[in-house]
């Protein structure tokens, strides 16, 4: 390395030739999905059916080969390349590939009826279970996270008779326009340069950094603020676990100063069957659980408690079922709680996402997690890898960050796109917007070795 400066702990010099030589690798292996994705410039707004396809590192995604492979994270590319997943479609995939009682559960439903704007006596089952899983007695249904946390603020809003929303920076709450702001140096700014969708953010969001306690304070304390938006533990931005007390603190001053908490628990459910709150004993006003509920059908849930209920129902009364009312509240949409969802809900709360399965997804991303960390003490590197129940991601960082400044100081881009490259070209898929992984009820002990060795073979040229 000479007398390079690192950055990381490494030398930026070698992560530039490794990442030259990494895309030559891609390209010459993924043939067939660059043509793929080279046609789709014809049809597709941005060359995929989704936006966010695009933002796999190499040049292009990879296309799926369409054949049916035994239940777990295994899959194969047109190229004919073989991969293990540990991304799980950004937790929307964290049952793992075609698990027999949900491919069941959609086929038998799919034969009585799809979408009927009728209950079925799965939707019993399911919200018994939710209430018994994450222990608050209300429950309501959408088809996304995103269309769940608009729900909450809307009545969170009507409730308060405030306009503000709180959020943390750093975070990510799906399309929620309050929560498309962040902190830079102290000052407000829209995330990742979006437009600001003519809405009013300096009206109507607010924003602070996680882990500050007197920041919270002196954003609550005015008393405009209808609810705040939170994950218990951040794990967008990074995973950043919230400091001893802080979460104490965010449950006392949101009940003191009447504020509405609203807890996203769309990826935390890494943590265990009931969530994190549960876990940890933080008691929402109202919560959010999507992507995995349902298999990968787009699907979510919020629930609230009985205090925040009764005080919905005051706005919203409860008519007698004799009485014609309009269902419109302005949240929800016709293909909410449709039967095919409700059907992959119950399969997957009933036998998939269960307390032993969870046992064990934990116990692998502690054997993923631990050898990380092994050998990067081994290297000397200031890094560290950080878990979340069945969740892991190494960070180019010496110590634990408070919050997203943190992070974003020490963010070192080129050697996180050099890893999920490296990954990727080895066959060990990772979730592609930072280091993140997921351990599944199909995950096993061979999968998570895969990626462990990789990751040992990725260090060593790094370090030579």
Not at 65 to 93: I, Q, S
Not at 127 to 132: A, I, N, T, Y
Not at 190 to 203: D, I, T
Request: hydrophobic share 45%; with cysteine.
């Amino acid at each position: 390395m000479g007398d390079e400066a690192l950055v990381s702990g490494v030398s930026p010099s070698r992560v530039a030739a490794l990442m030259a030589a990494e895309q030559v690798r891609f390209r010459k292996s993924h043939i067939l999905s660059g043509e793929l994705f080279a046609a789709g410039q014809q049809n597709w707004l941005y060359g995929a059916p989704s936006h966010w396809m695009r933002r796999w590192i190499g040049g292009w995604p990879l296309y799926l080969k369409e054949e049916a492979r035994d239940y777990g994270v295994r899959f194969a590319d047109v190229d004919g390349n073989e991969f293990v997943d540990f991304c799980l479609g950004d937790t929307g995939g964290m049952c793992g590939h075609g698990h027999p009682a949900i491919v069941e559960a959609l086929a038998r439903q799919a034969r009585i009826g799809t979408s009927l704007m009728l209950p079925t006596a799965d939707a019993q089952w399911v919200g018994e279970e939710l209430v018994r899983r994450f222990g608050l007695p209300y429950w309501n249904l959408t088809t996304s996270a995103s269309d769940a946390n608009r729900a909450c603020i809307r009545l969170s809003r009507m409730i308060t008779g405030r306009p503000r929303v709180l959020v943390f920076s750093g975070c990510y709450h799906g399309s929620v326009e309050e929560a498309h702001v962040e902190l830079v140096d102290g000052r407000v700014q829209m995330r990742n340069g979006l437009h600001p969708n003519a809405f009013p953010h300096e009206q109507l969001s607010r924003v602070i950094e996680f882990n500050d306690e007197a920041a919270l304070e002196a954003a609550l304390r005015p008393g405009d603020v209808a609810c705040v938006l939170a994950e218990p533990a951040m794990t967008n931005y990074a995973m950043i676990p919230p400091r001893p007390g802080f979460l104490d603190a965010l449950r006392r001053l949101t009940r003191e100063t009447g504020t509405v908490l609203i807890i996203d628990e769309t990826h935390t459910i890494s943590s265990g069957p009931d969530g994190y709150a549960r876990l940890h004993g933080l008691q929402p006003d109202m919560l959010v659980i999507g992507k995995a509920i349902a298999g990968g059908v787009p699907a979510a849930a919020f629930g609230l408690n009985r205090e925040t209920a009764e005080r919905v129902w005051q706005a919203l009364p409860v008519v007698a079922p004799t009485v014609r009312q309009s269902a419109h509240a302005g949240f929800g949409g016709t293909l909410a709680g449709n039967a095919l969802t409700v059907a992959a809900m119950r399969a997957v709360l009933s036998e998939v996402l269960t307390d032993s399965a969870f046992e064990r997804m934990i116990l692998l991303a502690g054997r993923m997690a631990g050898h990380i960390q092994a050998g990067i003490a081994h290297r000397a590197l200031p890094w560290h890898a950080m878990q979340l129940g069945a969740r892991v991601e190494t960070l180019f960082m010496a110590r634990v960050p408070r919050n997203a400044d943190e992070v974003r100081r020490a963010r070192n881009p080129a050697l996180e796109a050099l890893l999920h490259l490296y990954l990727m070209n080895r066959g060990v898929l990772i979730t592609p917007f930072h280091n993140m992984m997921l351990c599944c009820p199909g995950t096993r002990e061979e999968d998570v070795d895969r990626h462990n060795a990789v990751f040992d073979e990725w260090l060593a040229e790094l370090c030579a």
